[in-house]
């Protein structure tokens, strides 16, 4: 079966934002340098598969991601001022530099929950990661630009364990005060489970943060994604982060492994007659494509099972 049956359930929204991260969050965890012709032919298929954003790449130090060093390159060709919004990860006003001299209109900051985390990614403790971030969000929205936030370690730190959930939310917080138009809450290592999932949402709404300023960003490393993304969606969420084929990870968190196939997602979401506008067909042979390419299957279920085809 190639495609699933439909059956709407009423509880949920009719219609979801997908968050493509593959060519960013997936790439940047590979052994290799993916070359910049195959990253080029990737965000293409993917615009053409529907996605109605992507996020290509990330100004951040290329000695940090040896694998992204190429964004650059990359943003001169794709079509990143006409189309569809393909922001790229900025940490600091060098990076916001680096995007600006590129036409760049969409950026994402990306702190963090913890402070063991925030060293290990971003070199700065947990309030320095502010005072890096304050200057580069007030410009970047001088410029006109959209400013997305992600927070990592929202369910769990490899390092430091059990993440509380005020801590999480009020590091949230901080950075939607800077300007951010959403907040991205990251299961960076996929620990976080579905009671969990609710919890922290109910928390940020009683923080007067409500569900349509949140987005999840989940990994999958212990199969708990989907299930994930169904709490959240059941909450009111209606934005999801994924990646094509389900690659993808953390360099700075080795137990980071692939997010949310972006597949599995749209499967799910087709199933329950929920519009995200993807054509699954054409995203799943853009993932066999690219797994072909990297010279090893897809982790993704769907993929792997001819969904699509
Ligand atoms: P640092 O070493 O503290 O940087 O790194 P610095 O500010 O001290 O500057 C040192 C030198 O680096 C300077 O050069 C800067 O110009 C240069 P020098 O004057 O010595 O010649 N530099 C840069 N060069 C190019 N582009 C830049 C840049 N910034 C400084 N942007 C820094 C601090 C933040 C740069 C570094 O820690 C870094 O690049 N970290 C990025 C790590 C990363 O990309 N991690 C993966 C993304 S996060 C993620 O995957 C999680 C997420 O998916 C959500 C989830 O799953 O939870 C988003
Ligand atoms: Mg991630």
């Given at each position: 079966m190639s495609l699933p049956m439909v059956v709407p359930d009423p509880r949920l929204p009719s219609s979801v934002t997908i968050y493509e991260v593959g060519p960013r969050d997936g790439l940047q965890n590979e052994q290799t340098v993916v070359p910049v012709d195959v990253k080029v032919e990737l965000v293409e298929r993917l615009v053409t598969a529907g996605l109605p954003v992507v996020e290509v790449t990330s100004f951040v130090h290329p000695k940090w991601v040896p694998q992204l060093a190429d964004a650059e390159e990359l943003l001169d060709r794709v079509d990143h001022?006409?189309?569809?919004p393909m922001p790229v990860l900025v940490p600091n006003e060098r990076g916001l530099d680096r995007a600006l001299a590129k036409g760049v209109r969409h950026i994402a900051i990306?702190?963090?929950?913890?402070?063991?985390?925030?060293?290990?990614?971003?070199?700065?403790?947990?309030?320095?990661?502010?005072?890096?971030?304050?200057?580069?969000?007030?410009?970047?929205?001088?410029?006109?630009?959209?400013?997305?936030?992600?927070?990592?370690?929202?369910?769990?730190?490899?390092?430091?364990?059990?993440?509380?959930?005020d801590q999480v939310v009020a590091v949230g917080k901080r950075l939607l005060d800077l300007?951010?138009?959403q907040l991205s809450l990251?299961?960076?290592?996929?620990?976080?489970?579905?009671g969990h999932v609710t919890a922290l949402l109910d928390a940020f709404n009683a923080a007067g943060v409500p569900d349509d300023r949140l987005a999840m960003h989940f990994?999958?490393?212990y199969g708990q994604a989907l299930a994930n993304t169904y709490a959240a969606l059941l909450h009111g969420v209606t934005t999801f982060d994924a990646s094509?084929?389900?690659?993808?990870?953390c360099p700075y968190a080795e137990s980071a492994t692939g997010n949310l196939a972006t597949e599995d997602l749209v499967w799910m979401l087709d199933g329950l007659g929920i519009r995200s506008g993807v054509d699954l067909p054409?995203?799943?042979?853009?993932?066999?494509?690219?797994?072909?390419?990297?010279g090893r299957p897809s982790p993704s279920r769907v993929v792997n099972a001819g969904g699509g085809a």
């Open positions: 001022t006409n189309g569809i990306f702190g963090s929950a913890t402070e063991t985390f925030a060293r290990r990614n971003l070199n700065r403790s947990l309030d320095e990661q502010f005072a890096m971030f304050e200057p580069t969000v007030t410009r970047a929205l001088d410029e006109g630009m959209d400013v997305r936030a992600y927070v990592s370690m929202c369910f769990g730190d490899p390092w430091e364990g059990e993440v509380p959930i300007g951010a138009y990251g299961d960076t290592t996929g620990v976080g489970t579905t990994h999958d490393t094509a084929g389900g690659l993808g990870g054409a995203l799943a042979a853009t993932s066999r494509w690219l797994a072909g390419h990297l």
